[in-house]
């Protein structure tokens, strides 16, 4: 199975993880409805059977539920399993002690003691900076409850910033957790992604597959019936789709050379970028299982040059 470090931290994961923010969360994703646990059980199954071993969840992801299911499904395993949660920085957590707590918390409905990585969920500055946070998180990697430091939705100064408090401590920071896929390139352009390569830090690519699109399921019939945020997203829009055309037909062509899907191509792709770990999200055993299969082979220079081209 393919791997990679995060950062210099020296914690391993899997180059391909799973996102698992839809896992118990009724808010935003149709948990209880439309999947529930027992489709999500599978999702971590059929993952960990493929080899897909690293789990990225937050403690704000179905308000705790989602770790308590990471948790419990680890119980039911025998596989090492590599675990990546996340502090939300809300305004009422108004000292140092609040992230030491919040961490435990953590720790407990995820049933175990240390975990691969810790991330600050979004640069949110109330009465605790970003000195506190990596200072405390520092700390938490001396103890061994942690084994790397991460940040999510960082710039690239801001990202500096926290890699530059953590080596005060000694720690490196391992990982910026951000949306990139072939039609969310920004990092590429706001300096986040050259910053990151500077400064040896990791790459969690989140909504890897821009939220479906490059699956390929959509069509002009199929956004007529569509729901939830993608009703108003202009990409997913007839006209939206059109303009995308060529990024789509050149996905299709591709995977249908590697006998692939045009997803295993959008999440092969990014593993092509070096240093970048997609976190697709999987709801069912099936979703898993086609994740997994942007692993064990590798698109050629030229062909990822080609879809850069046409993603533009």
Same mark, same amino acid.
């Given at each position: 199975?393919? *791997?990679?470090?995060?950062?210099?931290?020296?914690?391993?994961? *899997?180059?391909?993880?799973?996102?698992?923010?839809?896992?118990?969360?009724?808010?935003?994703?149709?948990?209880?409805?439309?999947?529930?646990?027992?489709?999500?059980? /599978?999702?971590? +199954?059929?993952?960990?059977?493929? /080899?897909? &071993?690293?789990?990225?969840?937050? #403690?704000?992801?179905?308000?705790g539920e989602s770790e308590r299911l990471i948790g419990k499904f680890c119980?039911? &395993?025998?596989?090492?399993?590599?675990?990546? *949660?996340?502090?939300? @920085?809300?305004?009422?957590?108004?000292?140092?002690?609040?992230?030491?707590?919040?961490?435990?918390?953590?720790?407990?409905? !995820?049933?175990?003691?240390?975990? %691969?990585?810790?991330?600050?969920?979004?640069?949110?500055?109330?009465?605790?900076? *970003?000195?506190?946070?990596?200072?405390?998180?520092?700390?938490?990697?001396?103890?061994?409850?942690? +084994?790397?430091?991460?940040? %999510?939705?960082? %710039?690239?100064?801001?990202?500096?910033?926290?890699?530059?408090? !953590?080596?005060?401590?000694?720690? @490196?920071?391992?990982?910026? +957790?951000?949306?990139?896929?072939?039609?969310?390139?920004?990092?590429?352009?706001?300096? $986040?992604?050259?910053?990151?390569?500077?400064? /040896?830090?990791?790459?969690?690519?989140?909504? @890897? !597959?821009?939220?479906?699109?490059?699956?390929?399921?959509?069509?002009?019939? $199929?956004?007529?019936?569509?729901?939830?945020? =993608?009703?108003?997203?202009?990409?997913?829009?007839?006209?939206?789709?059109?303009? =995308? #055309?060529?990024?789509?037909?050149?996905?299709?062509?591709?995977?249908?050379?590697?006998?692939?899907?045009?997803?295993?191509?959008?999440?092969?792709?990014?593993?092509?970028?070096?240093?970048?770990? @997609?976190?697709?999200?999987?709801?069912?055993?099936? +979703?898993?299982?086609?994740?997994?299969?942007?692993?064990?082979?590798?698109?050629?220079?030229?062909?990822?040059?080609?879809?850069?081209?046409?993603?533009?």
């Open positions: 199975m393919q *791997t990679i470090q995060l950062g210099s931290s020296g914690a391993t994961v *899997t180059a391909l993880g799973v996102g698992t923010w839809s896992w118990g969360d009724t808010l935003f994703w149709a948990y209880g409805k439309d999947f529930g646990s027992e489709d999500v059980a /599978g999702a971590f +199954q059929a993952s960990v059977e493929a /080899g897909v &071993t690293f789990f990225d969840t937050a #403690e704000i992801y179905g308000l119980r039911q &395993t025998s596989q090492p399993v590599q675990i990546a *949660t996340k502090y939300f @920085p809300v305004p009422w957590r108004w000292n140092r002690e609040a992230i030491t707590e919040a961490l435990t918390a953590s720790l407990e409905r !995820l049933q175990t003691s240390q975990i %691969s990585l810790y991330q600050i969920h979004w640069p949110l500055e109330f009465l605790l900076k *970003t000195k506190d946070f990596m200072e405390v998180l520092a700390d938490e990697v001396k103890k061994g409850r942690i +084994q790397a430091v991460g940040v %999510s939705n960082y %710039s690239a100064h801001q990202m500096t910033e926290a890699h530059e408090y !953590l080596a005060a401590k000694g720690i @490196p920071l391992a990982v910026n +957790q951000v949306p990139y896929s072939l039609l969310t390139r920004q990092i590429e352009q706001n300096g $986040t992604m050259a910053k990151a390569r500077q400064l /040896g830090v990791t790459i969690l690519a989140y909504s @890897p !597959l821009a939220q479906g699109l490059l699956t390929g399921k959509y069509t002009d019939q $199929t956004v007529k019936n569509l729901q939830g945020a =993608r009703r108003i997203d202009p990409r997913f829009s007839p006209k939206g789709l059109q303009k =995308r #055309e060529p990024l789509f037909a050149a996905l299709k062509e591709i995977a249908a050379k590697y006998d692939k899907t045009p997803a295993q191509v959008s999440l092969n792709w990014l593993i092509c970028q070096g240093n970048v770990i @997609p976190i697709p999200g999987a709801k069912n055993a099936d +979703q898993a299982r086609q994740n997994a299969g942007a692993l064990g082979w590798s698109l050629t220079p030229e062909e990822v040059e080609l879809l850069r081209q046409k993603s533009m």
